[in-house]
Structures are given as C-alpha cells and as structure tokens.
C-alpha cells in the first residue's frame, strides 16, 4: 500500500468507480468526504451517497458537512497528503486547499478549459458536441481553473443520455487517475496552465434551462431532451400542466418543413402510432417518450392505446 494519506471527496454517481478504483489499488484512503444523506424519492427515504456505502465497506471515516466553508475542521485533522475530488458538489474553501503537501486534485467530466462548472456532461449534449473526455488539474480557488495534470478523450455517440455519458466517463476518470495518480504521489508529474482564450462554461442547469424551446431546430431539441435525461428532465407544458419529455426522434426533412410551415412551432401535427410529431423551426420533433404530470414515464405508443389527451392542432408551450 502506498503510505500517503489520502482523502476523497466525492458525492455524484461520476464518484464511484473512482473512488473504488482507490481501494482496488490498496492507495491509503484515510477519509472520504461526501454530501449530507438525502431524502430521496417520493417516500422520501434518506439515502446515503453511494461513495459513503462504499467507503463504509472498508471501514473508511467519512464526514459530511453541510457546508465545507464553515465545518472542515475534521478533513484538517485527517492530515492528508493528498486530496482528491470528484464531483463532490461544493467549493472548496481555500484552507482546505492549502492543506495537503501534495495539493488538492480534481477528476473533472470534461476537456478543460471546456465546460467549466457544475454541469459539463450535460451541456457538451446539449450543445451537440461529438467528443468530450475526463481531465486531472489540481484544484485552485477560481473554479475548474487549475493547471491541467492529464486528459482522456472520449467519443460521444449520437444516441448517449446523461446517464450513458456519466457511466464511460467515470470508468475514463478511474482508469485515468489510476495511470495518473503514481507520478503525483512521487512529485514527477508534469502540469500545464489552461489557455484562458478557450474558456467555456456549464453551469449547473436552472429550471428554466430543463425547458424545451421549440423555436429551435429539431436536432437541438433533440440534443436538449438527451442531454437532461435521465435527470433533471426536459420538460413543456400542454393545457396548462408540465409535461416531461424523455425521449424522441429528428424527423427532419424539406417536406416536412414546407408541408407545416404555416403552423406555430410547438404544435402537434400529427399523431403516430408510437410518436408525436411537433413542429419545430425545421420541420418535425417526435416524441417517443414523456411524462404527464404526477404520472409516471411512458412510451407513447403504450399511452395511445388508452386516453389520449394529445390532438393535432393543439400546441406545447
């Protein structure tokens, strides 16, 4: 085992496999710091974090402020070494910072300095982007803003969720720390500063930004419905009541747009067996699969062989 005292922190499903990595590798994990246990659910059920399961598996302290700016006392006394983060879902406050003798490192779910922020798995789908990747910085006060350690590409294919993404970029995350994490812990590794020029942000989404605007195109609704699920959810609104969309289709094509081009955009124009076609600036968005309110999920060609409240004609707003 190598003897340098080490402290995750960690909250996000991107964690686990980090964190496991650590373990499997018998690297000196001392604590774990994570978020505060959740109710979660309708029964609203506490829940620990995942990386609090797992740490409590190898008898791994972990400590769980509500707010690290004010409570860290306790990560102080651990005396690390080293800190590692991943997406841990605070800031950091610099006397934390400052701590360990090896600096603070962070597993970070994008290219840097590319998608900076609480949400960049999210938005490089929404935005379209074809490749996105896992980088090793060390931690500065100013967010994800650190010199960078390493990074690994990773494709994004045309039909990934959130939840497909986040899954291959923690096993990237785990496996790049894992060829990373030696020459840090020997003082060999190299770092480079960010080039400020290329910056771009991604902060964590607002309500307003898990709306569908269907002024767009329909491969960016496409890209939007995609890029929030499985959480938080894209979402519209029919007669009044939200409904979450969770899957569909591009039916994108110059018939389509002439055929439709005096209807609003937000329109249904026509219902299929197992979709609904909205118009969209550039012809037509399929809905494949959604969410009434206070319903639960359902494919659209299930839903349409009971009530149907969808009519053609009739608009999401």
Same mark, same amino acid.
């Given at each position: 085992?190598?003897?340098?005292?080490?402290? +995750?922190? !960690?909250?996000?499903? +991107?964690?686990?496999?980090?964190?496991?990595?650590?373990?499997? /590798?018998?690297?000196? @994990?001392?604590?774990?710091?994570?978020?505060?246990?959740?109710?979660?659910?309708?029964?609203?059920?506490?829940?620990?974090?995942?990386?609090? @399961? $797992?740490?409590?598996?190898?008898?791994?302290?972990?400590?769980?402020?509500?707010?690290?700016?004010?409570?860290?006392?306790?990560?102080?006394?651990?005396?690390?070494?080293?800190?590692?983060?991943?997406?841990?879902?605070?800031?950091?406050?610099?006397?934390?910072?400052? &701590?360990?003798? %090896?600096?603070?490192?962070?597993?970070?779910? #994008?290219?840097?300095?590319?998608?900076?922020?609480?949400?960049?798995? =999210?938005?490089?789908?929404?935005?379209?982007?074809?490749?996105?990747?896992?980088?090793?910085?060390?931690?500065?006060?100013?967010?994800?803003?650190?010199?960078?350690?390493?990074?690994?590409?990773?494709?994004?294919?045309? /039909?990934?969720?959130? !939840?497909?993404?986040?899954?291959?970029? #923690?096993?990237?995350?785990?496996?790049?720390?894992?060829?990373?994490?030696? *020459?840090?812990?020997?003082?060999?590794?190299? *770092?480079?500063?960010?080039?400020?020029?290329?910056?771009?942000? &991604?902060?964590?989404?607002?309500?307003?930004? $898990?709306?569908?605007?269907?002024?767009? !195109?329909?491969?960016?609704?496409?890209?939007? @419905?995609?890029?929030?699920?499985?959480?938080?959810? *894209?979402?519209?609104?029919?007669?009044?009541?939200?409904?979450?969309?969770?899957?569909?289709?591009?039916?994108?094509? $110059?018939? &389509?747009?002439?055929?439709?081009?005096?209807?609003?955009?937000?329109?249904? @124009?026509?219902? +299929?067996?197992? &979709?609904?076609?909205?118009?969209?600036?550039?012809?037509?968005?399929?809905?494949?699969?959604?969410?009434?309110?206070?319903?639960?999920?359902?494919?659209?060609?299930?839903? %349409?062989? !009971? =009530?149907?409240? +969808?009519?053609?004609?009739?608009?999401? $707003?």
């Amino acid at each position: 085992m190598n003897k340098k005292r080490i402290v +995750f922190m !960690g909250t996000a499903s +991107f964690s686990l496999a980090i964190l496991k990595m650590l373990f499997d /590798e018998n690297y000196n @994990v001392v604590g774990v710091v994570s978020q505060p246990d959740r109710y979660v659910g309708r029964k609203k059920i506490l829940t620990m974090p995942d990386v609090k @399961v $797992e740490a409590l598996k190898h008898d791994v302290p972990v400590i769980q402020p509500q707010k690290i700016r004010e409570d860290y006392q306790a990560i102080l006394d651990l005396k690390p070494d080293l800190i590692i983060t991943a997406a841990y879902g605070q800031l950091v406050p610099q006397t934390v910072l400052d &701590a360990p003798t %090896l600096g603070c490192i962070n597993v970070h779910a #994008s290219l840097l300095p590319m998608y900076r922020g609480g949400a960049p798995v =999210h938005q490089c789908i929404i935005d379209g982007q074809d490749q996105t990747g896992v980088t090793i910085m060390y931690m500065v006060k100013k967010m994800d803003a650190g010199n960078i350690i390493s990074q690994q590409v990773t494709p994004i294919h045309i /039909e990934d969720t959130v !939840g497909d993404l986040y899954e291959r970029l #923690s096993e990237v995350g785990a496996q790049l720390l894992k060829d990373t994490l030696p *020459s840090i812990l020997e003082g060999t590794n190299q *770092s480079l500063p960010q080039d400020e020029s290329l910056v771009t942000y &991604a902060p964590t989404l607002s309500r307003e930004d $898990e709306r569908i605007d269907w002024n767009l !195109g329909a491969l960016q609704v496409y890209n939007k @419905v995609r890029g929030t699920n499985p959480w938080p959810g *894209s979402y519209t609104t029919y007669q009044g009541k939200v409904v979450k969309i969770w899957a569909g289709q591009v039916h994108q094509c $110059e018939n &389509a747009r002439k055929h439709h081009v005096h209807q609003d955009n937000g329109t249904i @124009v026509k219902i +299929f067996k197992d &979709a609904i076609g909205v118009k969209v600036c550039d012809g037509v968005y399929l809905i494949t699969e959604f969410q009434l309110e206070g319903k639960k999920k359902m494919f659209v060609k299930d839903y %349409l062989n !009971g =009530h149907n409240i +969808f009519e053609v004609d009739t608009k999401f $707003e």
